[in-house]
C-alpha cells in the first residue's frame, strides 16, 4: 500500500484502474475530464488493459456503457451535471436492462444559468433512475468506494448500475493524500466480473430489454428492479465489511460523527460535510450536544439506519446542496419521510445552501445549529431557509448595478416584464 | 481497390430457400420493411445481434417472443448505433482476452426506422462511423413517423400527405439525401435496397457482409398504412419506386457510387404516386400538374446527372 496525493479525478481513475475495468466508454465534460485524461494516459503507456472509447454525447456513452456490461465485460465511464442530464434517457433504460457498471459523476450546477461550480441537482436528478448511489467526502473515499461500487453493482442480488458522486472542484481538483491499495489485493477484492446470463453469444441467443405489452408485465420488472436497488443496503455492508477487513477502511450506508449523546445534529451530504464536522467540533467545545449524520448511500434511501440513528436525536438541520423548484430540499423532503410516524421524532429544519459552488460558513452552521435549536424548544420548525448573507447580496447588488449601467449605455430599454437572470 | 468476391445471388433461384425470420409478427400486412427485413436476416444468419431503436419493428421482440433466432437488444430512439459500439468493442475485447472463442462472436446489426435514421440517430451513427466502427446498419425507410402514424420526417418526399401534413399541397420539406450523409463520412459500404428487388438486395447484403467498417444500408419500405394503399400493392409500389426512378439502386464503395440498377425507359412518376392515397391530392379533385412535374423534374435532374 503506498500512499499518493491525488486529486479526486485522480482517486475515481485510480479507482477504475484498480478494479481491472475491461472498457471505458468516455465523452469529456468540466469538471470531471481529468478522470478520462489520466485513464487515456494509462491505456496509451500499456499501464492498463482497457479499450477505451470517446463518444460523440453522454447519451451514447450511457448506451455503449450498458450495451457493453449486458455483453459481459466490466466498464467504468465518468460525467458530470450537463453530461449526466443528457444521459438521463439512457440512465433510466440501462438500469432496467440490470447492466451492472460503475460511473463516477462530479457533481456540478446545472444550467441556467450555467456554471462550473459544484451542487448536487444534477445527482439527486438521477434519484430515480434505478442506479445505486454512493456520496463521497474526501479523495480516499472515492477511490475506496469506487472499489465497493464494483462489488455492489455485480453482485447477484443488484446487478445494477452504481454511480459514485464526488463534487467538483471541491474534491476534483482537491489534493488530499490517498492510501492507494496494492494492485493485486485490489484485484483480488473487487474479483472477476461474472456476468451469468447477462450476454451476447453465438452460442446462446438471447433478447435483452425487449417491449412489454400491458402494465402487468411492466409493473412486474419495475418492481423486480426496485427490489433490487433495496437489496443493496444489505449487499453494501457485506462488501464495506468486507473492504474493512482487507484495507482497514470502514464505510456505512449513514456515516455518524460525533453523535454519541448528541441532542441535535447535521444532516448532510459530500465533501462540505467536513466543514459540517469543524462546526460539530467547535460547537462541542463549547458545550452543545450536537453531531453530523452523513448519508454515503442515497439509492437505495437507508431508511432503518435514519431512524436509529436519530430515534434519540430532538432537533435536525438538514442542509442541501440542491433544490427541488416549488418544494426544496430533497434530502430534506426524504428525510422528513423517513421520520414520518416515528416516535419521539425530531423536529427537522431545512437550510439550502453550497449551490454553485456557494461556500457554506462556519458563521452559518452556527445559526442553522441555533435555528435547530429554536425548533426543538418551539415544538415546530420554520419554514426552509435559503442561505444567503447581507453581504453577498450587497455583492449581487453591485453586479446588477454595473449590468444595468452597461445596459443603459447601449441605449436598451429597461424591460420591466423580462424575467431571467440575463436581464437584472 | 479491394476485389469484391463473386456473388452467389446470380438469380432468384439461387436465394436462400429457408425463412430464417419466424412469422407471426405484430407488423401491419404488407409491410414493406418487414420483407425486406426477412430478405436480410436470410442471408445474415442467425448469428447476429440485433440492436434496435424506438419505432414499428421495436414491435418484433414483444416479451417473450421474438422472431429472431439470433440476439436483440432494444435501446432507446437515439443511440442504437451507440450500442452497437459497445456489444461490439465487449466482444472484442472478450475474444482478445481469451474469455470467448472466436465462435461465440456476432455480427452486430443495427436496426432502425428512418425517424431515427435521418433524424434523432443521425449524430449517433456518425460517432460510430467517424470511429470506423465494424457493424452494420438497416434502415427500414417507410419516410415518416410509421409507428406513431405517419407523421411526417426527415424521410418523407415532398408533397405527401402525412398526420401532420394534411393540407392541399401535402409536405413541404424535401426528403434528406441520407446516402449522401453517410456517404460523406466514407464508410466501408453504402447501398440503397428495397424488398421487391431482392436479388439487388442479396448481392449487397453478401457484399456487406464481406466487409469491416461500417455498412450502411437504406431499405425503401413501403408501408400501406402509413402511404395509404392495399397491402398487396406493396411489391408493384416497390418496383414502380424503382422503375421511376424515385428510389435510385445504388451503392458507395471504395469512394464510387455506382448504380446497381439503371432504369433505361423510366416510367412517369405518377405511375408510383397514384396507387398511393398519400399522394392523391395530386390527381383529386382536380390534377395538380405544377407539383407532378416539379416532382417529375426532380427525378429527371438527378438520372441526368447520372446518365450523362
Not at chain 1, 244 to 253: C, D, I, L, S
Not at chain 2, 4 to 15: A, C, D, E, F, G
Request: hydrophobic share 40%; glycine share 8%; charged share 20%.
Amino acid at each position: 500500500m503506498t500512499r499518493q496525493l491525488l486529486t479526486g479525478n485522480g482517486a475515481a481513475a485510480w479507482g477504475a484502474r484498480l478494479a481491472a475495468t475491461d472498457y471505458i466508454p468516455a465523452f469529456p465534460i468540466t469538471p470531471q475530464t481529468e478522470i478520462i485524461e489520466a485513464l487515456a494516459n494509462w491505456i496509451d503507456y500499456g499501464e492498463m488493459d482497457t479499450r477505451m472509447v470517446t463518444m460523440e454525447s453522454e447519451h451514447s456513452m450511457i448506451t455503449a456503457a450498458g450495451a457493453a456490461a449486458a455483453t459481459g465485460v466490466r466498464v467504468f465511464s465518468a460525467t458530470s451535471s450537463q453530461g449526466l442530464l443528457y444521459a438521463m434517457e439512457m440512465l433510466y433504460t440501462v438500469a432496467g436492462w440490470r447492466a451492472p457498471f460503475v460511473l463516477t459523476n462530479v457533481s456540478r450546477g446545472l444550467a441556467a444559468p450555467i456554471t462550473l461550480e459544484s451542487d448536487h441537482n444534477d445527482i439527486v436528478a438521477a434519484r430515480d433512475s434505478g442506479f445505486l448511489q454512493l456520496h463521497c467526502s474526501t479523495c480516499q473515499e472515492v477511490l475506496d468506494n469506487t472499489l465497493i461500487a464494483f462489488r455492489l453493482a455485480e453482485d447477484k442480488r443488484v446487478r445494477l448500475p452504481v454511480i459514485v458522486n464526488l463534487d467538483g472542484f471541491y474534491l476534483s481538483f482537491t489534493r488530499e493524500p490517498v492510501e492507494l491499495p496494492e494492485a493485486s489485493a485490489a484485484k483480488e477484492y473487487v474479483g472477476e466480473y461474472d456476468p451469468e446470463n447477462i450476454q451476447f453469444r453465438a452460442s446462446a441467443p438471447v433478447s435483452q430489454a425487449v417491449a412489454v405489452l400491458g402494465g402487468s408485465p411492466y409493473s412486474y420488472f419495475r418492481y423486480e428492479t426496485h427490489l433490487a436497488v433495496q437489496n443493496g443496503l444489505t449487499v453494501f455492508n457485506e462488501v464495506a465489511d468486507e473492504f474493512a477487513e482487507k484495507f482497514g477502511r470502514q464505510y456505512k450506508t449513514v456515516e455518524a460523527y460525533r453523535m454519541e449523546d448528541a441532542e441535535l445534529a447535521f444532516v448532510m451530504m459530500g465533501s462540505f460535510s467536513t466543514k459540517a464536522m469543524e462546526a460539530v467540533d467547535k460547537l462541542r467545545d463549547s458545550g452543545w450536544a450536537i453531531g453530523l449524520c452523513r448519508p454515503r448511500m442515497l439509492r437505495p434511501f437507508p431508511i432503518k439506519q435514519f431512524q436509529e440513528m436519530l430515534s434519540h436525536i430532538k432537533g435536525i438541520a438538514v442542509i442541501d446542496q440542491n433544490i427541488s423548484m416549488g418544494m426544496g430540499g430533497v434530502l430534506h423532503t426524504e428525510l422528513m419521510a423517513a421520520m414520518y410516524g416515528q416516535p419521539d421524532a425530531p423536529v427537522i429544519s431545512s437550510f439550502i445552501g453550497g449551490l454553485g459552488g456557494r461556500d457554506i460558513t462556519m458563521e452559518e452552521f452556527f445559526e442553522m445549529a441555533n435555528t435547530a435549536r429554536n425548533a426543538v424548544e418551539q415544538g415546530q420548525a420554520p419554514s426552509p431557509r435559503l442561505l444567503y448573507s447581507e453581504n453577498e447580496l450587497r455583492e449581487m447588488r453591485k453586479l446588477q448595478s454595473i449590468a444595468k449601467v452597461e445596459r443603459d449605455e447601449l441605449g436598451q430599454s429597461s424591460g420591466e416584464n423580462s424575467g431571467g437572470n440575463t436581464h437584472e | 481497390m479491394s476485389e469484391v468476391p463473386m456473388t452467389r445471388y446470380k438469380s432468384l433461384k439461387h436465394m436462400p430457400s429457408t425463412r430464417l425470420l419466424g412469422t407471426g409478427t405484430p407488423m401491419c400486412a404488407g409491410c414493406g420493411g418487414l420483407g425486406a427485413l426477412h430478405e436480410i436476416y436470410d442471408i445474415l444468419g442467425e448469428k447476429t445481434v440485433f440492436v434496435n431503436a424506438a419505432g414499428c419493428m421495436t414491435l418484433m421482440s414483444v416479451y417473450p417472443f421474438t422472431p429472431f433466432r439470433g440476439s436483440w437488444l432494444y435501446t432507446a430512439m437515439a443511440s442504437a448505433p451507440a450500442g452497437a459500439q459497445g456489444i461490439r468493442d465487449a466482444l472484442d475485447i472478450l475474444i482478445e482476452k481469451k474469455r470467448i472463442s472466436k465462435a461465440e462472436d456476432l455480427q452486430v446489426v443495427v436496426l432502425t426506422g428512418d425517424g431515427s435514421a435521418y433524424g434523432m440517430g443521425l449524430s449517433a451513427t456518425s460517432g460510430t462511423m467517424e470511429r470506423d466502427l465494424d457493424y452494420l446498419y438497416i434502415c427500414y425507410d417507410n419516410e415518416g413517423y410509421g409507428n406513431t402514424g405517419q407523421q411526417f420526417s426527415a424521410a418523407t418526399p415532398h408533397a405527401a400527405k402525412t398526420s401532420t401534413s394534411m393540407g392541399p399541397r401535402g409536405f413541404s420539406g424535401f426528403k434528406k439525401d441520407l446516402f449522401a450523409i453517410w456517404a460523406a463520412h466514407k464508410p466501408a459500404y453504402v447501398a440503397t435496397v428495397i424488398g421487391s428487388e431482392p436479388v439487388d438486395l442479396a448481392r449487397k447484403i453478401e457484399k456487406a457482409m464481406q466487409m469491416k467498417g461500417p455498412r450502411m444500408i437504406i431499405a425503401l419500405s413501403p408501408c400501406p398504412t402509413g402511404w395509404d394503399y392495399d397491402p398487396k400493392e406493396t411489391v408493384e409500389i416497390g418496383k414502380l419506386a424503382v422503375k421511376t426512378g424515385v428510389w435510385p439502386l445504388k451503392e458507395y464503395i471504395n469512394g464510387e457510387i455506382i448504380h446497381t440498377k439503371i432504369p433505361r425507359q423510366r416510367q412517369p412518376v405518377e405511375e408510383y404516386l397514384k396507387l398511393q392515397g398519400r399522394f392523391k391530392h395530386l390527381f383529386e379533385p382536380q390534377r395538380n400538374e405544377t407539383l407532378i412535374s416539379k416532382l417529375q423534374n426532380k427525378i429527371d435532374t438527378y438520372w441526368e446527372n447520372i446518365e450523362s
